[in-house]
């Protein structure tokens, strides 16, 4: 079964607007967390924002925030302002224990594609 | 400070043939990772290391090798590679298994022929 689900394989939006990338995950671990990683053409993975599950508030840095509803198991992107620099890949993941003990893994959704038109 | 770093950026391979693929981090993390992506398929765990000296597999370790030679450095070994093992290739690092942030290489673009 799919542990990161982004339903949205692509998604458009106007230059300035707000846009939200959707994603669900699934896990029986009580302490996980959850990343949003945005891959621009070149390649690179860029960390943007990150969600611990026992952390209250919802995240934010800068135009990036994270609405973490922990009950219907979401933590969507919320880019405010798009600028035509957003426009990249961007993958939701999940950090979780693996084999027991300290060890964490990270698994990964399969990404929404950004597209900012001006 | 260079962060996470990857060689080779590029290989094309024939069927059967052995490479290393090196990765290093100057950030004195104790974590590290490798990773392969595939179109459609996002980002799977191959192997990592929770600490010098240990190695565990991930999700996708069959066909791979690795070694955590010192706190830096962390390679990933094909003995035999396959067409199968066409992929881009991630290293990453993080301060500790339960990190908040994992900070990744700039990937090796892999090609079996």
Redesign the interface.
Known sequence: AQKITQTQPGMFVQEKEAVTLDCTYDTSDPSYGLFWYKQPSSGEMIFLIYQGSYDQQNATEGRYSLNFQKARKSANLVISASQLGDSAMYFCAMRENYSGGSNYKLTFGKGTLLTVNP | NAGVTQTPKFQVLKTGQSMTLQCAQDMNHNSM?W?RQDP??????IY?S?SEGTT?K??VPNGYNVSRLNKREFSLRLESAAPSQTS?Y?C?SSI???A?????G??TRLTVL
């Open positions: 990772y990773y459609g398929m996002g980002l799977r765990l990592y929770a565990d991930g999700e881009v991630f990453a500790s298994g339960d908040s942030e994992q900070f990744f700039p990937g």
